[in-house]
């Protein structure tokens, strides 16, 4: 028999359950998109992207442990297809910034349901996920910067990710928890 959790079903909590989807597809996606690079011997790319990837499964994560502590119910979804076929390194990157835009949205809507139902703690754990979009976009919208100056001169680009430092690695203390523990 299975246990009932206390709490019904917000529009915030449908969005939020969604969101797990999003992000584990955003996971996956990433995957992809390192496991090309890493076929075309580009090892900082594949690591960037293999990093990524990580970092979106926690965001996962975090809002299952979010939904495990607000007594929700918690269903774990399947990822849906992604994208495997490129012609171009450049398609990669501009698609893992449409995702990150399109997260972005999310996160928005998703605080603004928050605020709407009078949820305030939904409404203040959005909160780091906002901020964490910023970086994510801007941490993107450089590395296609950088890819497109590049001219196809991909060792330039494979140089300076392993010169700079893009993202925060997911070392980012004021994360939410992570359900079993971020990676």
């Avoid at 996160?107 to 996920?129: C, H, I, N, P």
Wanted: aromatic share 8%.
């Amino acid at each position: 028999m299975a246990l009932t959790k206390k709490h019904p079903r917000s529009k915030f909590y449908e969005l939020l359950q969604g969101q797990v989807h999003n992000e584990f597809h955003a996971s996956q996606q990433y995957i992809a998109l390192a496991v090309w690079f890493d076929n075309e011997d580009l090892p900082q790319l594949a690591k960037h992207f293999y990093r990524q990837s990580v970092e979106e499964r926690n965001h996962a994560m975090a809002i299952v442990q979010y939904l495990l502590d607000t007594d929700h119910h918690v269903e774990v979804p399947g990822t849906g297809e992604v994208r495997n076929d490129f012609s171009d390194p450049v398609e990669l990157v501009e698609l893992a910034l449409a995702q990150e835009k399109e997260v972005a949205a999310d996160v928005k809507t998703l605080a603004k349901a928050a605020r709407s139902e009078d949820d305030y703690q939904g409404e203040q754990f959005m909160q780091w996920f906002l901020k964490e979009q910023v970086e994510e976009i801007s941490q993107m919208s450089t590395l296609l910067n950088v890819m497109k100056r590049a001219k196809g001169n991909l060792f330039d680009v494979e140089n300076f990710l392993h010169r700079e430092s893009v993202g925060d690695h997911g070392d980012d203390p004021t994360m939410p928890p992570v359900a079993g523990g971020a990676l």
